[in-house]
């Protein structure tokens, strides 16, 4: 749509509808950023915690480094922000670089789950048992943050994951902007509210990003200060408000809460494949569908997506029948 209303040329725009990407924050190679240590109350493993903040391999906004470091880039309420977290010897370092390394420091300890409480977890099944056992270090990430998972997770919607990150790869880096700091690599800040708006119709389109999806994030960009409200809500009533916006079901809203919220409960329905997973680890069905799903969880109630990552990370899955979705890549067309 934002390409069938090509706005006229102003300091964010160039001839053609383009959005001119600003410069960023310079890098910052040799000045050390703002620290902050926690230590945590129990086991704390940073690659089961910031997992599912990673958007594929290449998501230009996280990184795993070889020293067992995690580098985020974000957009904080303060602007554009890098955080590296490194654990060691029982205690976690949280170093920070640009505008939002105050707001990225300060809320360290909820990113890592200190708002969270596994102990409330009571597993009623062999399997939760032994892969709650063997994965000490799981805790469910909070942070603080609503649109940063929103828009992946609307990208995701009806395509494979790889389609979907492959979309979240271009459209960061082609109108994010450089993350402030010594950042391993090239990482980016993704884009500000306006510019997601800015963005034209036929660069959704090269970037394999259908218009309903697009239209959804562009109605989502749109109320972008009023969704990220939301992180103040109970994460219901924050799946309510978000489901308000045209395109944003039940699937979209509990992906979304699951990481800015550290939702326990928020389990995700609608997906293609959870349910088949649930119901084959649980109880043997392959062919378990969203009510099976639920029924089987129903004992975890106020845990159910804890449940459901643990299953997820115990590995057992039903052996694949068919191929593989096949990609589509709609920018060819």
């Not at 934002?2 to 706005?7: I, S, T, Y």
């Not at 690659?47 to 906004?61: E, I, M, N, W, Y």
């Not at 920070?96 to 390394?101: C, I, K, L, T, V």
């Amino acid at each position: 749509m934002a390409g069938r209303f090509v706005p006229r040329p102003t300091r964010t725009t160039v001839r053609g509808g383009h959005v001119a990407v600003p410069a960023g924050v310079p890098r910052q190679a040799a000045v050390p950023g703002r620290v902050r240590t926690w230590v945590p109350d129990g086991p704390l493993d940073l690659g089961l915690v910031l997992g599912p903040l990673r958007r594929g391999p290449g998501d230009p906004t996280f990184r795993a480094t070889p020293d067992g470091s995690v580098w985020r880039a974000c957009r904080t309420p303060l602007g554009p922000g890098t955080l590296r977290v490194s654990a060691r010897g029982g205690e976690v370092r949280g170093e920070a670089w640009g505008p939002g390394a105050e707001w990225l420091l300060e809320q360290l300890p909820e990113l890592l789950g200190a708002a969270d409480e596994p102990s409330a977890f009571a597993p009623r099944h062999r399997l939760l048992a032994l892969t709650r056992h063997l994965r000490p270090g799981l805790r469910l990430t909070r942070t603080g943050l609503v649109l940063e998972s929103l828009i992946p997770s609307v990208l995701e919607q009806k395509v494979t994951t790889a389609e979907a990150y492959a979309a979240w790869r271009v459209l960061v880096r082609k109108y994010g902007e450089p993350a402030p700091g010594p950042v391993p690599g090239r990482m980016y800040v993704m884009p500000a509210p306006r510019t997601w708006a800015l963005i034209p119709s036929w660069e959704w389109h090269r970037a394999n990003v259908d218009n309903k999806r697009a239209s959804t994030i562009l109605r989502a960009v749109r109320v972008a200060a009023r969704l990220e409200e939301a992180v103040r809500m109970p994460p219901a009533a924050a799946q309510q408000r978000l489901e308000l916006v045209s395109g944003i079901g039940p699937w979209t809203s509990a992906e979304t809460v699951q990481r800015s919220h550290g939702a326990p409960d928020a389990v995700t329905v609608g997906d293609l494949h959870l349910p088949g997973i649930v119901g084959w680890a649980l109880a043997g069905d392959r062919h378990a569908d969203d009510a099976v799903m639920l029924r089987l969880l129903e004992p975890y109630a106020g845990q159910r997506h804890r449940a459901a990552r643990l299953i997820l990370l115990s590995g057992r899955v039903p052996p694949r029948r068919a191929p593989r979705m096949p990609k589509g890549d709609i920018g060819r067309l």
